[in-house]
């Protein structure tokens, strides 16, 4: 069982940035894929950013590339998303994810998800 806690959302101003946080329990954080999860009021959760169990790899929807980042830090047991320029649209629940393979993560969804936290983007 992996246990995810989200921190870092909040209220910020269109252009901003937030930068989440990803804090798992346990000694088997480097095992998974993870990845950042959002919801947003009347619409189904989707994917926003994924990333491989050494961090080489990461995927981005396409509305977040080049705004976004997802990193991991394997000794800390941590997963971060920094966004920056953020839009309106991008407020939502957020969500850690967490998978065996980032590709079974976007297609299947994860095995783990974590309470969520909410960020708010005003106009």
């Known amino acids: 069982q992996v246990q995810l806690v989200e921190s870092g959302g909040g209220l910020v101003q269109a252009g901003g940035s937030l930068r989440l946080s990803c804090a798992t329990s346990?000694?088997?954080?480097?095992?998974?894929?993870m990845g950042w999860f959002r919801q947003a009021p009347g619409n189904q959760r989707e994917f926003v950013a994924v990333i491989t169990r050494s961090g080489g790899i990461t995927d981005y929807r396409d509305s977040v590339k080049g705004r976004f980042t997802i990193s991991r830090d394997n000794a800390k047991n941590t997963m971060y998303l920094q966004m920056n320029s953020l839009k309106p649209e991008d407020t939502a629940v957020y969500y850690c994810?967490?998978?065996?393979?980032?590709?079974?993560?976007?297609?299947?969804?994860?095995?783990?998800w974590g309470q969520g936290t909410q960020v708010t983007v005003s106009s």
């Open positions: 994810a967490a998978g065996r393979f980032i590709a079974t993560m976007t297609s299947g969804g994860p095995d783990y």
């Open positions: 346990g000694r088997t954080f480097s095992t998974y894929a």
